[in-house]
């Protein structure tokens, strides 16, 4: 008999430790515990050790559950769920793909999430070029496999649970019964013990708690709960019937007291018109309106306009002063087409032409008041509405659809415009509104503004052309390829040694008899590459196992010393032209290829934007150079000239085999006004809504001035805020349009000057080796 288990319960112990002394018990339990966690740390290395890889044994393969069960169990995962699950995939892609293999079709089954929440690939990592080597599409076909739903697997799995439930629960009967039926037969002396124990456990209770506690209950008694009579609680919910009764009632009373001040007033305008018919003109009005509205509009008659959201007008325009309107004929009216801010940028004009808004047709507005004969007032006011929405400029029916009790002077944004002054006059101030593209909350910040992925942004990588650079490389053929020869030198010189710039068991042998240098794998011992003399030459050629070695992928991250001290580098080098900046949806993601991957410990890049002299540049976020592999900058160009429109421009950073560089805008029209995205199809829309409101609001004020002189003296009094307030929205609507003109010109100037430089390179210890920079040819 082999010896107990020390940690076997010992005999007449419970296995979970509840007999004993409490100390024992707490020992055990420590015990357990400390196992417990040793076991959870080693597996918790062990898993570590084979993420992103195939797992290195059977416990670690059971310890994680694959993406297709975790989907099958779960279901489809949420979007943000999904991104980070890409996220750490990508990574994984690319750690494979940089140790020199490929993956083949992606399939949710080979990828499985340990207990540490790692990502780990279970399939079969196949050589460079016979797999799938772009991280962006291994990427595109895992979202896609998330997010493909299962029907047909996951009514089969749910039929199945649920007729095992059902066989369960109709056998747990069965089960009761069969115990009663096949009970086993006890012996007299078991029969006598078990009515001993009952007894005495019968008796136990009836001496702690009663003989009334073992009584059984008489099925007959009626128990009857006496019930206690219970206070009347006042009903304290609130009266709905009562209030609206009582705002019917109120509101009904208004209408009346409206009705008969209504008619009151046309009765009294009658008589004016029957006293006007008999002693000729009525006496002239003096009009009270503030005059310093109607000099703002004429201070900002040169000012220059910002963008702002479509305005609905809802404002009806100021009370007319003759000097004022005298002096508006005689002053030259500015040509509509100087406040189109789409003059400015051709390419801008492809999102659509704006409406031109002309000059309100003055004989539809003629019409009402001669045709009314002698009303006015209110009289002209009911028909305005009617007027707008008639004579309003042609278009669709979408901008149609705005009528003249739309706007809403508290929902748009005042944002003080800075003035040039002279002296210590201080500097007026004129609100900017807000255009619709630019309706972001005030505390949303620039970074999310341009975290956000517009459609337009989803356009494919555009690769750009290259050119070999000044630099001494050779471009190695394929791993498979062993009949092709790469040229490393011409001179007859020697070469010395082989470097890397990070640690690659790659080492070169001594020349043989005939001169033949063997590449090495110091972990394998196998032969990845032979350097042979051919005359004055020296040639790299493949041996036949470098297509099954992994390492030998990475032999183009080293470079060969010659004897002379000259390098030859065993990838290329590259140079390109600078990119030009531009909000072209085509050309909002370049590329370049890199001939190959990055290591991440030596990988650098530099990033700048090369500007002119009428464009300043500041670096909100500047791109990392330690991060080659992925980051992102932003860039603030603003006018030299003191205004304060800004366009940002992000560029997101992804190198691997290839370097691509994704290019998102936004804009502002003030440094008081929050950040909104920017693009083509945006600004030309937002400049035909401003166009289209500034029409109606013209067209809206000059009706207003027709029945404002056909009014009153109270009516004036009555109609005179709402003049106010379309005099203030025409102004603020000025304002928007140049500040719009002025971000049409600095978009502009942006496009046809500022260029994008590039520098990706790997730091050695004693030089930098460019893998790819922007350079002019004749540089």
Known sequence: MSPPSPDAPKRNEPPDGSSGSPSRRKARVAKR???????????????????????????????????????????????????RLGVRFKEACRRVLDDGGSIA??????????????????????????????????????????????????????????DQAEARFALRFQRHADDDQYAPTLSGDERDRREKLIDQFT????????????????????????????????????????????????????????????AKMRKRQAELGRRDATSGEPESMTHTADRSSGNASAQFANAAPVAAPEMQPDVPPPPSDPARDEASRSEPNRDPADRDPQRFDPQFADGGTPNEPGDPPESSAKTIVDSRGQRGGFDVMDDLDALVASNAPSGSADNMAVNSDEIDPAKTMRIASPLRTTGDVPAESTPIARLPGMDVADDVTLEDVLSTDAPEQDVPEVLQETRPSEDRFVELPPASDTAAESVIDQTGATIERLDFPSEIPIVMSGPDEDGTTELINQQSGNRIAQLTRSGPSTVLRWSESASKDRLAQKLLHGRLVLSGGEIVYLRPSIETDAYPISMDPRELRPSWKLGGPLLPEVARLEIDLQVPDSIDLAWHTPLDPNHARDGTAIAILTPTDGETVAIAVKMEIDCSRTLSCRLQYGARLDSAMPWSSLSQASFAMENTALVRNRSKLLLQRDLFKQSYGAASTMERTMMRGRGER??????????????????????????????????????????????????????
């Open 203 to 262: 008796a136990s209770l009836a001496r702690r708690f009663g003989e009334q506690a073992i009584t059984s209950p008489d099925p007959s008694e009626e128990k009857v709960r006496p019930s206690k009579p219970q206070p009347m609680a006042r009903d304290r919910r609130f009266n709905w019937n009562l209030t609206l009764g009582l705002a019917t009632a109120v509101a009904a009373v208004a209408m009346v007291l409206g009705g008969t001040q209504l």
């Open 726 to 779: 379309i005099d203030a929205e025409l102004e603020r609507l000025d304002a928007t349009i140049d500040r719009m003109s002025m971000l049409g010109e600095l978009a502009i100037r942006v496009h046809e000057s500022v260029k994008l430089n590039l520098h990706a390179f790997v730091q050695w210890p004693d030089a930098a080796q460019t893998l790819l920079r922007t350079k002019a040819k004749d540089q």
């Open 105 to 162: 079709a992606i399939e949710l089954e080979s990828w499985a999430i340990n207990r540490q929440g790692e990502l780990v690939f279970l399939g079969e990592i196949l050589p460079a070029g016979q797999g799938i080597d772009n991280v962006d599409e291994l990427g595109d076909q895992f979202q896609q496999r998330l997010a493909v739903p299962r029907p047909a697997i996951a009514h089969r799995s749910r039929q199945l649970r649920v």
């Open 33 to 83: 515990r400390q196992g417990k966690t040793t076991r959870r740390s080693t597996d918790g290395s062990h898993a570590k050790q084979t993420v992103l890889a195939r797992p290195a044994d059977s416990a670690t393969a059971d310890e994680a559950e694959t993406v297709a069960s975790l989907v099958r169990r779960l279901g489809t995962p949420p979007h943000d769920l999904a991104s």
